[in-house]
């Protein structure tokens, strides 16, 4: 089942702080978070495993609540080059063979950050 | 080096025609992904094989076949092209459990 984002899309002047939140109806194992830039393929960005982590990149973070099964993506002091279009994908299990493990990702949040 | 990488990046074709899109990756994963993504960005999972098996085989048509010569290559054959068939194709590719990384796509347009 697909998570669902929020918001849908964002603008932020260039300092400003920003969440992105990726919700669940059914019990995670992890969540990935990529980054798609227009024309560009998604890039990874970080893997968040169950356990209620968090974890960081430069100044883009993110935390998982395993108990509401919903992830976090803050990212800080925005700058021009976090414009894109934010993705989580969601893995509710593994399969009985290996590499069976599925991404369903939710609909993107594009972020546009302006000067 | 290119990590992961498709062929072609655009195509252009008619209703009817018949086309292939080859993946390619040297990371020495063994898992690979065909990725739709539709106008609305819309990033759904087709296939996935590991060591060259089928794993992952979504509610797609069965005008789509994947094959998989080896484990670095997957390439997307599709039949009787249709207009809703346009899209971007993404190939990812990872370890069991670990992060995929996408291709640089495959945008094609059905005219």
């Known amino acids: 089942q697909q998570p669902v984002q929020s918001p849908q899309a964002v603008i932020l002047r260039e300092g400003e702080d920003a969440v992105i939140n990726c919700s669940s109806s059914?019990?995670?194992?992890?969540v990935h978070w990529y980054r798609q830039k227009h024309g560009e393929a998604p890039v990874f960005l970080m893997i968040?495993?169950?356990?209620?982590e968090q974890k960081g990149h430069e100044k883009i973070s993110a935390s998982f609540n395993e108990k509401k099964q919903q992830s976090s993506l803050y990212l800080t002091a925005s700058q021009l080059s976090y414009s894109g279009t934010y993705f989580c994908?969601?893995?509710?299990?593994?399969?009985?063979?290996?590499?069976?493990?599925?991404?369903?990702f939710g609909k993107g949040t594009k972020l546009s950050v302006i000067p | 080096d290119t990590a992961v990488s498709q062929t072609p990046k655009y195509l252009v074709t008619q209703m009817g025609n018949d086309k292939s899109i080859k993946c390619e990756q040297n990371l020495g994963h063994d898992t690979m992904y065909w990725y739709k993504q539709d106008s609305k960005k819309f990033l759904k999972i087709m296939f996935s094989?590991?060591?060259?098996?089928?794993?992952i085989n979504e509610t797609v048509p069965n005008r789509f076949s994947p094959k998989s010569p080896d484990k670095a290559h997957l390439n997307l054959h599709i039949n009787s092209l249709e207009l809703g068939d346009s899209a971007v194709y993404f190939c990812?590719?990872?370890?069991?459990?670990?992060?995929?990384?996408f291709g640089p796509g495959t945008r094609l347009t059905v005219t």
């Open positions: 094989y590991n060591n060259k098996e089928l794993i």
């Open positions: 994908g969601t893995e509710i299990g593994r399969g009985s063979g290996a590499g069976s493990y599925q991404l369903t």
């Open positions: 990812a590719s990872s370890r069991w459990g670990a992060v995929q990384y």
């Open positions: 968040l495993l169950k356990g209620g």
């Open positions: 059914k019990a995670l194992y992890s």
